[in-house]
């Protein structure tokens, strides 16, 4: 009966059901109705041993082909320091539940103060939460955040210059929900501020969702946004990529409300799309309006400082149906990667990832423009991420990328590409790319 | 170990670095063609650190923590199963965490069939049709399980069912969730043992009656016996049964929710199927259909070809999309390794070994502790507080006192039906050595709040950090490095 | 046992009203801020916005409770107590000093169907 992780012997059994005072296992589950218990064989395979599992985790990775990435798309090709993958591994994190006990849980709630720390450092908010599911949900809870603190509003406005797979997110949520979601069609690859003001005209507009860098890889300018939307009491969120913003603009300093957006960017393993984490940041007086767990500074008894989960009045399991969110978890583990992540390219680190990218970037771009086989489509600034058309047959030339073990670009449609270059890809690499891709 | 108390800022020392980068080879200045006002004005003040210091600094924070590995964990309601060590290295198998979501699924067959066997996998175990793993927790599971109720009424022209029943005693999450998909909580009463009041379950259904939402066992670690004639009626009204996997454990092995009647499910992996708590997250909560549902799982959703292929669907009837891509994969790739370390076999053993372990627990104890359901319990049970209630020693006494020993609290407060509730849960992989020592302990507390009480209502006097002023927290929330600076 | 004003009409869930002509000054009463604990947030609708008799109109929160603020009365808010944004903690000190709407009121008949001090110290007894 034993297993490696079911300890029981036999007599361990015989001596805990003559304690319990029945005669079997089954008289445990003998106010069940009979019909409902399963008899059948599940179909799943035999247990394996630690010998066969590596085996068959091997098959299926060999049918896994790892890429030099050049697509972006929201998830980013990255460098993480061994060191981060290490420290995670410890299990005191790993091990341990939401910290609901603070006295024993002081490593867990100590890192999250300090991701909260570095992500408001980043994006100049007030306040950051202790990280949500990934950047598309956390999109959607501002969504929801701006109708609760507007009470009597019930429309938001989005840009369709934010990334699709965000978008599908946000829509589905509000459908549910019931929110007015109104999609501000773009104007040369921007967000167009003239369609917002006139939408917000009509005086029910709780909050307006813009991105930057949006989906192609365009820095926007927001300059004009806030007072346009302030003056219609309505609130304003930028959803932005957290590495990029160690050197654009920052949501504060646009003036937002809230600042959103997905934490991969952080050096996160691109993991065939999870987990990464999203966040989410506002202004003081926001605070109380927004999702999710958050940790503050206090003291102990006996004097020292410490850290507590904090204004849980907010949250479902107090408020239940009058909750303003249903999530009752955040990625903690995640949080901690992007802190030890932060912590070790700090200041100068962060800021050097950034110039790689866009060194990298900008010299792909160059290179492509000069073939004369590519032309530019927005000519708009960007940073790690950009479209160029082209005339060429894309899907074959990325199929010829593919057999040389290069993810090229994405094809968005009318001939338009979208390329992606991190710190992590080299010149060389760059040059190969180009050469693979003129062959024809 | 000494006491450390420095935040990463502190160690920080402007020059200093903790990272190397390849040199820039590009010769072309990237932020030089981005317009200065698209640009930050100053440098965001992250720490400057040495690697070293980042070593040192995260395992001092690790050693304040208390986790599964450190000791036992009876957290009621949350199955702290122990996490095998396997399946963390198999999880990071850079075959697997280079691959970008987007690239061609040709190149990303192995992820996806593994993704495709879990699927089946737990339908098969779960009774059900088809799994979607998209969701990222229990309550986003929760939630997709209401879209996709909402969806199937929708598509039948059913517009009116805009109200879901949840039982008094359910997790918060339940109510909050029924609220995020636009739907509106009626509460059923349950009966004084937490199970669902049948007749007061009656002449709530009608056609408004978009579907119920059960945990079963309930919220007492009590099966709910009814089940079948509550699936009836709810059926016969025309509305759906929502199963919260949360308290799936027990019935590992044993029962289906499918085979009760349940038409929709979620699971948390990362408590029936051992994946690791992470201090909060991420978890992953699988959604699980009958046959008449699986069109409307979100999208995207992983389905096999009649070639053998793998590949990615967008559903037309599907309800939509509710993460970026296909959920917390990481966390699949450790549940999928626990099922085939498991496999059919010793898999039959979770739920009954954990409904063992919980009875145990409970005879044991009944004496010092308040028992208020007697009777055979499945994976947890709950204690009203001490027997004992002359001493002025509250559930939040002992568990405060039982960190002292060297274990963590079980959950305190809840469910809500009791003034000192105490929700016990030991799950299987706890040897009988553990739970005789966790039973001692509870005794010896017992014993000190009739003798020593002020032992006990000062706990705690060994952790790291003491009893911590939590209201002055919530009055002046101070949640980071600058507010800190500002406010010392 | 908590202190009862008489001359004040009372909620079922714990409200108090004082009237003065057109103007109703609200708050909670000691039974509620006891009930709560130490009170670390009021939630408060803003000057000019409208409340409705038996509808909530804002929040009290202590650490690990939340409280849905249900107006006795209905009208239009005229004032709000600004102290409470710093320190909520003076509901704790003294909920009847310590007032947290005023509104003037749109039906003031509608004070009638509150209950008097005895019928709610009734209530409390429950």
Redesign the interface.
């Known amino acids: 009966m034993s297993y490696k992780f079911i300890p029981h012997t036999e007599e361990d059994i015989k001596l805990m059901l003559e304690k319990i005072g029945v005669n079997s296992i089954d008289d445990l589950y003998g106010d069940i109705p009979r019909e409902v218990i399963f008899t059948k064989e599940y179909d799943i395979p035999s247990s394996m041993s630690e010998i066969e599992l590596r085996k068959h985790f091997q098959e299926l990775a060999d049918k896994n082909k790892s890429l030099t990435v050049f697509a972006g798309r929201g998830v980013y090709d990255h460098y993480c320091p061994s060191v981060v993958n290490h420290l995670l591994q410890r299990s005191e994190f790993y091990t341990a539940y939401t910290p609901y006990q603070p006295e024993i849980s002081q490593g867990t709630l100590q890192y999250i103060f300090e991701y909260q720390s570095l992500i408001s450092e980043l994006n100049g908010m007030e306040a950051t939460n202790a990280s949500m599911y990934d950047g598309a949900t956390a999109t959607a809870e501002v969504a929801f955040m701006m109708v609760a603190s507007a009470r009597k509003k019930n429309r938001v406005l989005i840009s369709d210059t934010i990334s699709e797979n965000v978008l599908r997110v946000v829509k589905t949520y509000c459908h549910f929900h019931g929110v007015d979601l109104t999609v501000i069609p773009e104007k040369d690859g921007v967000t167009d501020l003239d369609a917002i003001v006139k939408e917000l005209e009509s005086g029910d507009v709780a909050g307006v969702i813009v991105p930057t860098p949006n989906k192609y890889g365009i820095i926007e300018d927001f300059t004009g946004f806030a007072d346009a939307i302030h003056a219609k009491k309505a609130l304003f969120a930028i959803n932005a990529d957290p590495s990029a913003l160690a050197v654009i603009k920052t949501p504060a300093e646009w003036g937002a409300d809230v600042a959103c957006g997905d934490g991969q960017t952080l050096g996160m393993p691109m993991n065939f799309g999870g987990p990464y984490l999203g966040y989410i940041s506002c202004t003081k007086a926001l605070l109380r309006k927004m999702p999710g767990r958050v940790v503050g500074a206090t003291k102990d008894a006996d004097g020292k400082r410490c850290f507590v989960l904090t204004l849980q009045a907010r949250e479902q399991h107090i408020r239940r149906e009058k909750a303003t969110s249903n999530i009752c978890s955040n990625q903690s583990l995640m949080a901690l990667y992007a802190t030890i992540y932060l912590a070790l390219m700090g200041k100068e680190g962060m800021r050097e990832v950034n110039v790689l990218s866009a060194d990298g970037a900008h010299y792909l771009y160059n290179r492509l423009i000069e073939s004369g086989k590519f032309q530019p489509v927005y000519n708009k600034p960007f940073l790690k991420e950009f479209v160029v058309k082209t005339d060429l047959d894309i899907d074959k030339i990325n199929q010829r990328l593919l057999d040389k073990g290069i993810m090229g670009g994405i094809s968005l449609g009318n001939g338009m590409v979208e390329f992606a270059v991190t710190e992590k890809r080299t010149k060389e690499e760059i040059d190969n790319l180009i050469t693979l891709m003129l062959e024809d | 170990m000494k006491y450390y108390d420095k935040l990463i800022f502190e160690l920080s020392r402007p020059g200093r670095k903790g990272y190397e980068l390849p040199a820039d080879k590009f010769n072309t200045d990237g932020l030089a063609a981005i317009p200065q006002n698209l640009l930050r004005e100053e440098k965001a003040e992250l720490p400057e650190v040495s690697e070293l210091d980042v070593v040192r600094h995260y395992t001092n924070l690790s050693n304040k923590n208390f986790g599964v590995d450190t000791g036992f964990y009876p957290l009621g309601s949350c199955t702290m199963k122990y996490n095998p060590k396997i399946n963390e290295e198999l999880c990071v198998m850079p075959e697997f965490t280079s691959l970008h979501p987007l690239q061609n699924p040709d190149t990303a067959q192995g992820a996806l069939e593994l993704y495709y066997n879990l699927q089946h996998a737990l339908a098969s175990l779960a009774g059900l049709a088809e799994f979607t793993l998209n969701p990222y927790a229990g309550a986003h599971g929760e939630l997709t399980g209401l879209m996709i109720m909402r969806s199937y009424h929708d598509a039948r022209g059913d517009k009116k069912r805009k109200k879901v029943i949840v039982p008094n005693s359910a997790h918060g999450t339940n109510p909050a969730s029924a609220m995020v998909a636009g739907l509106e909580v009626v509460e059923v009463k349950s009966k004084p043992n937490g199970s669902i009041d049948v007749e007061d379950l009656k002449p709530l259904l009608n056609d408004e009656i978009a579907g119920i939402m059960m945990t079963n066992p309930n919220t007492l670690g009590m099966f709910e016996t009814e089940i079948i004639e509550i699936a009836k009626l709810v059926h016969d009204a025309g509305g759906l049964l929502y199963y919260d996997g949360a308290n799936f454990n027990p019935l590992l092995g044993k029962v289906r929710p499918g085979d009760m009647g349940f038409d929709i499910m979620h699971i948390n992996l990362h408590k029936t199927f051992s994946t690791p708590h992470g201090g909060g997250g991420p978890g992953s909560g699988p959604v699980g259909v009958a046959a008449h549902l699986t069109q409307f799982l979100p999208n995207p959703h992983v389905k096999k070809a009649e070639n053998g292929k793998f590949y990615v669907d967008f559903g037309k009837e599907s309800l939509g999309s509710i993460s970026t891509f296909f959920g917390n994969f990481g966390v699949m790739m450790r549940a999928y390794a626990y099922i085939l370390s498991l496999g059919k076999e010793n898999i039959r053993n979770v739920g009954p070994m954990a409904t063992l372990n919980a009875n145990y627990i409970k005879e044991s104890l009944k004496d010092d502790y308040l028992l208020p359901i007697p009777g055979v319990c499945k994976h947890e049970f709950v204690f009203d507080g001490l027997k004992d209630k002359s001493t002025g020693v509250t559930t939040l006494n002992v568990a405060k006192r039982l960190l002292d020993y060297g274990f963590h609290a079980p959950t305190i407060y809840f469910p809500l039906l009791f003034h000192e509730s105490m929700m016990i849960e030991p799950t299987e992989t706890e040897s009988l050595e553990t739970l005789d020592e966790f039973i001692e302990v509870m005794h010896k507390v017992a014993k000190e709040a009739r003798e020593t009480p002020e032992d006990v209502v000062n706990a705690p006097l060994t952790t790291p950090v003491r009893k911590l002023d939590e209201t002055n927290a919530a009055k002046n929330p101070i949640l980071n490095y600058k507010a800190l600076k500002e406010n010392a | 046992m908590s202190k009862i004003i008489e001359g004040l009409r009372y909620s079922d869930s714990h409200e108090w009203v004082k009237v003065d002509g057109d103007i109703a000054t609200v708050g909670i009463t000691d039974y509620a801020q006891h009930a709560l604990g130490?009170i670390?947030?009021v939630?408060m609708p803003e000057v000019g916005?409208e409340v409705t008799a038996e509808e909530d109109f804002g929040a009290v929160?202590?650490?690990?409770?939340?409280s849905?603020l249900i107006s006795p009365v209905s009208g239009e808010v005229v004032e709000i107590n600004e102290e409470l944004e710093d320190e909520?903690?003076l509901l704790n000190k003294d909920a009847f000093a310590n007032w947290i709407i005023k509104v003037r009121l749109s039906d003031v008949a509608e004070v009638e169907n509150l209950l008097d001090a005895a019928a709610y110290a009734k209530v409390c007894e429950e």
């Open positions: 130490d670390v947030y939630d916005d929160e202590s650490v690990k409770a939340a849905d909520p903690g």
